[in-house]
């Protein structure tokens, strides 16, 4: 990973400089190695310095996930050590909740889900913190959940967005299924937006429109600011109908 570069950004806490591409190379030598206990202070370490936990999410949780698949990918790390790295972060992500700032509520809710077989939700349960962050009141599910109770709990709740995210190419029918059961319950033609996102439609661009979804984010932050958009599109056009 990189640890220095145009792209390094380095921030001002309440009385350090810190160089979240440095953190992340850090953290990434950490995880692998499984210590838990270093990967842990480290991070929160970097939060009570005053960076914002989304920074910290995106410029070493996400930048650290990323290489942990390419590492995969080229067989340098096993399945099992990147299981483990992948466990360490998501303990990590835990400890800086109680960190969060979050706005004030917007009266909004988001049900956040993998579906079918679907393992892999680290990326999900970043894109569910980031909308608890911005004020949505988010009901995150996490893996391998069944469709019929991630349909049954969109509509329980009233969500005003599904997220759905795979990061294998084999489950991408299980998401359009998931879609097209949402579309179909209770309202045909009604119910929440759905979100989809994951390493697959990354891929292939067009792929979210294949399966039926309103729109897909590459990333956490994307995902905020997508419906941010949608749903300020949404109130002014029902204020023009007005």
């Known amino acids: 990973m990189k640890k220095s570069g145009p792209d390094d950004r380095t921030f001002s806490g309440n009385s350090t400089t810190v160089s979240l591409a440095s953190v ?5 030598e950490t995880i692998l190695a499984g210590d ?3 990967a842990v202070d480290l991070v ?3 939060a009570d310095s005053g960076i914002p936990i989304k920074q910290i999410y995106t410029d070493v949780f996400q930048q650290c996930q990323f290489e942990l698949g390419r590492l995969w990918e080229e067989n340098r790390i ?7 790295a992948t466990a360490i972060t998501q303990l990590a992500m835990s400890q800086l909740y109680n960190r969060f700032d979050f706005a004030d509520r917007v009266g909004k809710k988001m049900v956040a889900a993998c579906v079918g ?11 569910a ?3 608890e962050l911005d004020g949505w009141n988010t009901h995150y599910l996490g893996a391998n959940t069944p469709i019929r109770e991630v349909v049954e709990m969109a509509f329980d709740i009233g969500a005003d967005i599904v997220a759905l995210s795979t990061s294998m190419t084999f489950n991408v029918e299980k998401v359009r299924d998931a879609v097209e059961a949402i579309r179909t319950y209770r309202q045909p033609g009604g119910g929440p937006k759905i979100l989809v996102g994951g390493r697959p439609f990354n891929v292939e661009p067009t792929l979210w429109q294949y399966v039926g979804a309103d729109y897909f984010a590459a990333s956490a932050t994307g995902a905020a600011e997508s419906v941010g958009k949608l749903s300020h599109h949404s109130a002014s056009v029902e204020g023009e109908r007005r």
Do not use: P, Q, S
């Open 24 to 28: 992340a190379g850090e953290y990434l």
């Open 36 to 38: 838990r206990r270093h």
């Open 44 to 46: 929160t370490e970097v």
């Open 78 to 84: 096993t399945v099992a050590k990147e299981h483990l």
């Open 117 to 127: 077989g679907e393992l892999h939700e680290i990326g999900l349960r970043m894109v």
């Open 129 to 131: 913190d980031f909308f």
